[in-house]
């Protein structure tokens, strides 16, 4: 596609499910990122994957939270035993990317999955 | 590690008028920056970036200016139209592999 997908774009779920929302990146785009937005907030920054080097998992708020990306396109947000303060709205977003001492370039954004726990 | 703040985060502006949206960043190891505009229910969009070896980068009717003195970053819009009506963020990032860290946003209202 011409932009990132992300599916589903709504997602309600009980607590203590799991979730997984998915993300496709621009074809060719390095680069790719997650993040989490809570209503009227800012984009908190979750996981990051450059090529084929380690993810920056440093935004993980808890061990309830991993993503993967398989052959370095699709990625996989996973949610596990969601909670209330889990509800917000993911975004994922990739880039050309830059590598050590590149510059980061422009992110692309996919227009969210908005998750609700009830 | 870097963080962003916005110096106010709602706007208003009569239409026509210019706008300007401010922004702090702590780390003064971080080249580049990044505005981004955000419409109810979509994702943000790419407005405008500028790197640390310049102090003003202009586009169509945006312009940014860095400080790197202060740690300040500013969005410039002329002629604010109804459409420009939206949730601005300013992110600041390092080379490599560093992700972008945002800032909480400034709402901006057009008023007609």
């Known amino acids: 596609g011409a932009g990132v997908s992300q599916s589903p774009s709504n997602k309600v779920t009980e607590k203590g499910k799991d979730v997984e929302l998915r993300c496709d990146p621009i074809?060719?785009?390095?680069?790719l990122y997650w993040y989490r937005q809570s209503l009227g907030q800012g984009l908190e920054f979750l996981i990051y994957f450059q090529g084929n080097s380690a993810p920056d998992k440093s935004g993980l708020p808890s061990d309830r939270f991993s993503a993967e990306r398989t052959g370095g396109s699709v990625s996989t947000l996973t949610i596990q035993r969601t909670q209330q303060e889990d509800s917000a709205v993911y975004l994922c977003?990739?880039?050309?990317?830059?590598?050590?001492?590149?510059?980061?370039?422009?992110?692309?954004f996919g227009e969210g999955s908005r998750l609700t726990v009830l | 590690g870097e963080s962003v703040g916005l110096h106010l985060p709602t706007l208003s502006v009569q239409e026509g008028d210019n706008s300007i949206i401010n922004c702090a960043y702590s780390n003064s190891a971080s080249d580049y920056f990044i505005w981004y505009k955000q419409e109810s229910g979509k994702g943000p969009q790419f407005i405008i970036d500028?790197?640390?070896?310049?102090d003003k980068r202009q586009g169509q009717r945006v312009t940014v200016l860095l400080n790197k003195t202060v740690k300040h970053l500013s969005l410039q819009i002329a002629a604010t139209q109804p459409g420009d009506s939206a949730v601005y963020f300013c992110?600041?990032?390092?080379?490599?592999?560093?992700?972008?860290?945002f800032g909480k946003g400034t709402r901006l209202s057009v008023i007609a």
């Open positions: 977003a990739s880039s050309l990317g830059g590598g050590a001492g590149g510059p980061i370039g422009e992110l692309f």
């Open positions: 500028i790197r640390s070896n310049m």
């Open positions: 074809s060719g785009h390095t680069a």
């Open positions: 992110a600041a990032g390092g080379a490599g592999n560093t992700p972008l860290v």
